[in-house]
């Protein structure tokens, strides 16, 4: 029996690939097209991995890209774009005017003798997560911060103690809502006639 001569490569073993996914739509970019929000996806990717976005929207790769498709689905795919487009940037100015117009209510409410709790609503429609905002609130003012489900369907945080004056200057420094959609309401309870 002959033996085998010893070879000086050695079998290759199967390498771990990295695959870089999006931070917008967390699709890997070669896909971002198909989610919807491709002009974001566009920008996320030119400031975050330029040699990739110089890859897949050079004027080459377009040109290369379009060269495989027959004129009529070059025209095609021109027009698909244009519409994918404009309806992206019609989204973005209805949501920035829905942001413009969205109100944040910072409501102090009376439970009983000198007990208060602060109620804030509509920080959702300015893109906050109500889980966050609250567990922020609740390590900022060293109190119990709780998002609770109200009487017509919505959500809101409640935190203890009378913390009107704070999350309005944090709504408006750290939030962003500009100060004249934010408004401050007092709520009494009713003395019994006694």
């Not at 070879?7 to 290759?12: E, G, L, N, S």
């Not at 103690?161 to 200057?169: A, C, L, Q």
Request: aromatic share 6%.
């Amino acid at each position: 029996m002959a033996e085998a001569a010893p070879t000086d490569a050695a079998p290759t073993e199967p390498q771990a690939r990295h695959i870089v996914y999006c931070g917008v739509c967390s699709l890997p970019p070669e896909y971002c097209e198909f989610g919807g929000t491709a002009k974001k996806c566009k920008e996320w990717l030119e400031q975050n991995h330029p040699d990739m976005h110089e890859k897949l929207y050079s004027e080459e790769a377009i040109t290369a890209s379009l060269s495989t498709l027959s004129v009529d689905a070059q025209k095609r795919a021109q027009k698909d774009s244009k519409k994918k487009e404009a309806k992206a940037a019609a989204a973005e100015a209805r949501e920035a005017e829905a942001k413009k117009e969205a109100m944040v209510y910072i409501k102090r409410v009376e439970r009983n003798k000198r007990k208060y709790v602060t109620a804030v609503s509509g920080l959702e429609a300015h893109g906050m997560d109500l889980k966050k905002v609250a567990k922020e609130f609740g390590k900022k003012f060293a109190t119990g911060s709780s998002v609770t489900k109200t009487a017509s369907g919505g959500e809101e945080i409640v935190v203890q103690g009378d913390n009107s004056d704070d999350i309005f200057d944090w709504v408006v420094d750290v939030g962003g809502v500009p100060d004249e959609n934010v408004e401050c309401i007092e709520d009494k309870k009713k003395k019994s006639a006694g």
